[in-house]
């Protein structure tokens, strides 16, 4: 089945404790985006990759990494999480040229 | 600069009402492309429609239908006799050829029994 994977689905940790929420997809598309969701803001994009080593920033990357060194695999990275990074993620992907994005099935983070 | 805006924060209707969900959006790209989501309780996005910006033929699915018009920059969702099962945060979102998905506020719709 074509899908986008999240893990973990829930995650309550503490301040400055670091963390990796992994994205996994099967269908060798080429994009692959992080998005976060908050009440009243919709859905931000936080880091986007075109393909294998190849990374830029969204719209709120502060607190953020992510790495591409396989074309399936998009990891996000909080280094240092903060109350503020608190939010429900999603990963996506795409195949190049198609405009629509397949999202996982969202990772809600707490962080106290 | 692109932008949708879902001015709509929360809608709350009965039953068997039909309500509409509004959707205006920004963008100086001459192709791109809307999309509707659905975020139910449980969390997440379920893909509803995908529009072309080259057609604004209107499209019905079931109690579900949506109107395009490119000359007020709008993609307004419209759900006729509605259901609780409706109930949920529904995104309106724009996409280009940067591949970046946009999305709006949303807007939490309430279908009371």
């Known amino acids: 089945e074509a899908q986008v994977t999240q893990n973990p689905r829930y995650l309550i940790t503490v301040t400055g404790k670091k963390l990796t929420v992994t994205c996994s997809q099967n269908?060798?598309?080429?994009?692959m985006s992080w998005y976060r969701q908050d009440p009243g803001l919709g859905l931000r994009q936080i880091y986007y990759s075109m393909n294998v080593e190849v990374t830029d920033k969204g719209d709120v990357p502060e607190g953020y990494k992510v790495s591409r060194k396989e074309k399936r695999n998009f990891p996000l990275i909080l280094e240092s999480p903060s109350p503020n990074q608190t939010s429900l993620y999603f990963c996506?992907?795409?195949?190049?040229?198609?405009?629509?994005?397949?999202f996982g099935s969202g990772t809600r983070l707490t962080v106290v | 600069a692109q932008k949708v805006t879902q001015a709509q924060t929360e809608i709350s209707v009965v039953e068997k009402e039909d309500v509409t969900l509004d959707c205006v959006y920004e963008t100086r790209d001459t192709t791109y492309y809307l999309f509707w989501y659905k975020q139910p309780p449980s969390g997440e996005l379920v893909f509803l429609i995908r529009?072309?910006?080259?057609?604004?033929q209107n499209e019905i699915s079931g109690r579900y239908s949506w109107n395009f018009q490119k000359s007020t920059s709008s993609f307004n969702f419209t759900i006729t006799a509605s259901q609780v099962v409706d109930s949920a945060v529904y995104f309106c979102a724009l996409s280009s050829n940067t591949g970046k998905l946009i999305f709006g506020q949303g807007t939490t719709l309430q279908v009371k029994p």
């Open positions: 269908m060798n598309h080429e994009y």
């Open positions: 996506a992907s795409k195949a190049r040229g198609v405009y629509g994005y397949t």
């Open positions: 529009r072309n910006s080259f057609d604004e």
